[in-house]
């Protein structure tokens, strides 16, 4: 009996089973560039408040991938074209969305790369692959980077509703335990459909928009801006700049190679453009690179690197205040002059312990609209058919402010 | 070795295990009026639409139970003092407070026992079985009817935020497979306390409590106002009531005993009160003996009876449809004259098959309030502290009409 | 923009959704015969341990069909070949294979329709709709009957590893809550193949298989023959005996009209075969009326009858107890001669109350081999090949002893 | 109003919410020993099989612990005593059991600290932190290393049914995917008992004894023992121990300073029980360094270490075959001849590409037997009473056999 192709199956804790039915997919898995993601966590210094959140962008995207052959699935069914081609481009560009992620990337934007979005990083490894695979993902760059011209399909890559979304609200409440983040995937994909070239949702779905929405809001404040993660994460991004800083300044500061690259310069995406080593370089850095060097700053010479380090490696974190207010320069003032008694250290170095920011909660993007067909065949914003939600509340930003301080 | 005294068990598909471990508890669930439950489905028609959703009130009352003994455990360990004595009437309370429950409660309580409540259903079974108990359970009778002094014990067995809501949300979701309607419970109690005697949510809460409402706001369109079980349900109203008028008027009808004295005459809670015969008689009734008689009805002569109970127990229901507007009535009686023609009927007659009425989703009572214990110890409305809803959204109560007809 | 064609959706507390993507199959659905389904419930009187265990048959078959479903995609992926024909056929077998059942049905099958097994009436059931749907469904019976020339077809149907056991071990681990039964559906469908005609699965399925027949075995033990299950369940048999005897001897017993029909003489296949009218008849029986039936017989002057209803409508089981030995007669005598004496009985009328008989624990039927296709090509017996399980545990039946008593 | 006192809590995917009630143990929990457990994973390289299962050592600890916390309520419920002491004692042990494990461990067991187990290492940094706490660990340390009396109390922390069990195939089976190693936890706990100072299991949980070991096999075949997950830690080994070969002979080879002291050197316990730095040092190794490092090592000189570590870094592992019988070491030698050509290297650098050894599954361990305390008051090893397995096959040990190569 001769053997039988056959799927190749992979073990997701969320779908079950996740099937590889392609072998375009499956080689672009296989490259160095996605399995990178592997190292890369989903969700940063989360896990330091959600113990179990320790899940990788490589899951993520594969999650995604799998939302995707769903609603390609569901789109089909209701008599909507999708031409093979186009059904595997779907399928490259969502597996691909975050391939340009870098370890932290919410701390990483903020103090490395600074100039660059990841999307548009991703976009840089996407034809970075694309030329080690003779144009084969050409369609997936076109869809991804909306020049496509059915811009429906770019919307299943990124948008309100797109399957990034779905498979990570998922995924993170999976993980993180907190259940209150759970959506209805599958009632949600089949109730999307296609007209006017734009996603739609049918107009029994707007139940399960509004819940979605809330979900969403409450991952954010739940998990994404907890108060100790926002701390967290906001510590590393003073750690990195002080380490640029120091380098900047010749100190003899350990940092691995490919680090070292993206601190000594600043580039922007026209560099990554002309320079494909960049791409490479970057490629190299991390999670498990960043925490190795945490560790060696720990002994650092500089008290500002110590003692941060120390703080991250160990869950000393510093203290955070959240509030509805800006934070007030005054009591800030006093912290910071209080810390320099203490540490007899500068304003300026008491400014890494001591500092405040503001949270922005966008569960809902009022730039890009969720749209509703009605049952008469109407096309409406959800802004406008919703009992629940109108403009007004959806657009007021939920802003908070925090600030951090160590006593 | 001596056998050793242990918690009895019993299997809950959602927590698991749920312990017994009281004997006063174990009796009256051994009690017969509580055994009844078992033959009473806690979504009564529901399941022709989710066909999972055919748990029973007695599962939803242990379930009610078990988050009783976990809030009390949480409160204690926040410092609130809860007797022993109060504990377990609570967890009498809410055990029973669902006791009155007549079948397809919704369906009974708009056709036989129009005038009585099955709150008020409720503490009268309690009563009769608090005889049978020499006054055992008077403390949670107490409660329940909230005429005891720690009035935030008579809150956890009924308020907007009581242990029935808790368990009835995530047992109705879990069923029916709705997962939309999944709430955090563990997180939700964990977050409440008592403060002026009341019970209130601690402020990092709010976003829990946003969470629920929304929850419940989806479970009454998704499940329990769903079209299609709003067809059902009116329809067995509209049976039940032609029985009633047919033994009204002398017609022989099948009718079993139980059923045929709440048929023949209209009680009113004093009658419950003062002729105790009338609870057992109550008690006798239960889902079985409903869909028996609906098997006879199907053979009736009555055209009215017969074609609307075959409809039931063959799920050919009623068409309907559900608007934003209320009917007109013009389109009504279109179809009224439509339907006497075809069935050589009187318009009275297709009364029964042709009819509109409102439906109302109260998922958040604005008389019972919601209270948050805020960061610096003052408790406010809900609906004053939350972002997302505020006092114009939450009370604006959302109303909607159907149709139901046959062509 | 014109209404498009979908699937209809239904929700499944475990599938998540279960979509019905062919005309022929909905139509059963809506079929009388099978919406009966709904009210006949898949582990009879074991809610009265399980509570959560309420589900019907009517969930199970659409959970079946699911999984056909799923293993043909599997198998045609693979590259065996399966028509259209053969598919919709296998989806309508699978979903008609238990539409014979009636309710209670190990109760009824030692009780009423003693000579005939309930997959014999389901033939009946399935011959008689296929008149109503001109032949549609000859090839489905075809297979349900093994008489198709593609042998493995059948055994999707009805073998070691069919659709209808893997949906049902996990269906009534679900609802019971006992975990320990959950099976790993996608991973055995993911491993079946076809060799030589027949169902095979794949080497590296062989811990599979040991983990699905271990799960089975527990699911035994703890559900289907729990003790207090085994009590109830010939608690039931008795009482259906007795009102036969009851009848048969010309008592007036309140009793429904079909139930009569079966009470009042013995059918054989033979009978059912040739009067269509008895098929109308038998689908009539539900779980409902049996639980109305038994209200009424509490009221009975029978003893015998009047006491056993009592006692299954207030759960005041018999006492039961398990073992390993054959009980003795005489352990049996001293019983019944002490009831004779408390209760002013005969000897004949106790043995309703005190008696005994043997369990089976059928989890591996030695009969029809689970075939394992080596890595190499060769086809074995699973017993051959399980380093754990060989033949000599696997065909040692593990059969128990019960006695049901009263004191 | 005052603050209240009130448990720390901690989200759990699996368990919910685990709450932290002993300020000893949030003070452990703080230690750096402890939360360095948060950089080591659960399962090393299986992660490079099953995308999911990225968990760490810290949310084990913590969920074995949540699980102490309910045997010991079940054991008091029935009667035993368990003092506050011993109960405190009881989750600092299992807290603390796994303190000792290095990155890996499998992979640093079999190449760095070659002598010594982590039983041991666990104790010693045990040791180290009760001098920090004055003490306060004694019980827990007698408890772990059996010295107490109460042995019973030993086996909660180490035994065939020990908490880490419980937990572990629990967390790995549900971040894995791997549904069938799910196991019915709280059935067993609440059929745990003591009779005789020893651990006991009530009669009927015989069969969730079967089902857990049934289980715990699965895991092993599959995931634990998985060969690809095989292969790569088998590939990890040689990578360690190429670069203390290299080391040893004074190559410069870039290794992070805690590690280098373990390849410089073999300790033995006596070294790390008289130099308390030791500890200190082996407490930096985790992950992130090993996986720092093999970036590194894939630029090195020596073409065994840098294309091991290409291969790791990217997932192109060896070939694996898994065979019943012992690999011939005349197939070995064509391999390995075959490849010194292709790759013009000595036969003793092929070995690091080709090799075979053992594998092992220890899902039983014939030497710590499991109790069962029959109805009759009998203590019986599980392997004579249950029906199902019996010495014979459960001491039989599962030899596989494996065979790594490259072409």
């Known amino acids: 009996m001769k053997t039988q192709t056959k799927d190749k199956i992979i073990n997701d804790p969320i779908y079950g089973f996740i099937s590889l039915d392609d072998s375009l997919i499956l080689k672009l898995i296989d490259h160095t560039y996605f399995q990178r993601l592997r190292k890369i966590s989903q969700l940063g210094l989360s896990y330091l408040v959600y113990p179990g959140a320790t899940h990788s962008r490589f899951n993520h995207a594969l999650g995604c991938m799998h939302l995707m052959k769903k609603v390609i699935y569901q789109l089909k069914n209701k008599g909507q074209i999708i031409s093979k081609i186009e059904s595997r481009a779907l399928k490259v560009a969502i597996l691909l969305h975050d391939i340009g992620h870098g370890p932290f990337s919410h701390a990483l934007e903020n103090s490395i790369v600074t100039e660059i979005s990841h999307e548009n990083l991703s976009l840089c490894f996407m034809k970075a692959i694309n030329e080690d695979f003779n144009g084969e993902l050409q369609t997936a760059i076109d869809i991804f980077n909306n020049k496509y011209k059915k811009s429906f399909l770019h919307q299943l890559v990124s948008s309100q509703l797109d399957m990034d979304r779905l498979d990570y609200l998922k995924r993170d409440s999976f993980f993180s335990g907190v259940v209150e983040g759970n959506i209805g995937v599958d009632r949600l994909i089949n109730m999307m459909n296609i007209a006017n070239n734009s996603l739609v949702v049918e107009e029994k779905g707007i139940y399960s928009i509004e819940k979605f929405l809330i979900a969403r809001r409450f991952m954010y404040w739940q998990v994404y801006l907890h108060k100790t993660v926002v701390s967290a994460e906001n510590m590393l991004i003073k750690i990195l700049k002080r380490v640029k800083y ?59 690197l110590s003692n941060l380090s120390y703080r991250i490696n160990n869950r000393k974190l510093l203290k955070i205040k959240i509030c509805n207010k800006k934070i007030s320069e005054s009591e800030k003032h006093k912290l910071i002059e209080s810390f320099c008694n203490k540490n007899k250290c500068s304003q300026e170095e008491a400014g890494y312990f001591i500092f405040s920011d503001k949270l922005t909660n966008d569960f809902y993007n009022n730039k890009s609209k969720i749209n509703i067909l009605l049952n008469n065949g109407e096309i409406k914003d959800f802004e406008k058919v919703s009992d629940q939600f109108d403009a007004t509340i959806l657009n007021k930003s939920s802003n908070k402010y925090f600030l951090c301080y160590s006593k």
Request: glycine share 0%; aromatic share 16%; with cysteine.
């Open 246 to 304: 120091l380098i900047m300044n010749n100190s003899n500061i350990y940092v691995t190679e490919s680090l070292k690259i993206f601190l000594e310069k600043d580039y922007t995406i026209k560099d990554f453009n002309q320079n494909t080593n960049l791409i490479k370089y970057f490629s190299n850095l991390d999670d498990y690179e960043i925490y190795t060097c945490l560790k060696h700053w720990e002994q650092s010479k500089d008290f500002v």
